[in-house]
Nanobody, 124 residues
Framework: QVQLVESGGGLVQTGGSLRLSCAAS????????IGWFRQAPGKEREFVAV????????YYADSAKGRFTISRDNAKNTVYLQMNSLKPEDTAVYYC?????????????????WGQGTQVTVSS
């Protein structure tokens, strides 16, 4: 098992930046691919970004491309999501999740472990 804890959310103005962190404990962190998802009020949870075990490969949702950057530090058991040029439509609870598969996946149903989420609010 692996436990995930997100942090770094908050209130920011349009155009601002935030860096989310996902700290892991339990099983070997580098065994898992880590994804970020988000859920806005009244909407289904959606994929944002995913990073491979080594950190060498990443994949983004179209809404995140060019603005968000996912990275990981396996020595610190942490994955980051740097979010720049934030928009009000980025307002959501952001979750990190761990997937033990060998390929990058975007479907939340494929992820085995989830954090509790961190709120991001972007004011207009």
């Amino acid at each position: 098992q692996v436990q995930l804890v997100e942090s770094g959310g908050g209130l920011v103005q349009t155009g601002g930046s935030l860096r989310l962190s996902c700290a892991a404990s339990g099983r070997t962190f580098s065994y898992f691919q880590i994804g970020w998802f988000r859920q806005a009020p009244g909407k289904e949870r959606e994929f944002v970004a995913v990073i491979s075990r080594s950190g060498s490969t990443t994949y983004y949702a179209d809404s995140a491309k060019g603005r968000f950057t996912i990275s990981r530090d396996n020595a610190k058991n942490t994955v980051y999501l740097q979010m720049n040029s934030l928009k009000p439509e980025d307002t959501a609870v952001y979750y990190c999740a761990a997937d033990s598969n060998f390929i990058l996946r975007t479907d939340e149903r494929d992820y085995d472990y989830w954090g509790q989420g961190t709120q991001v609010t972007v004011s207009s």
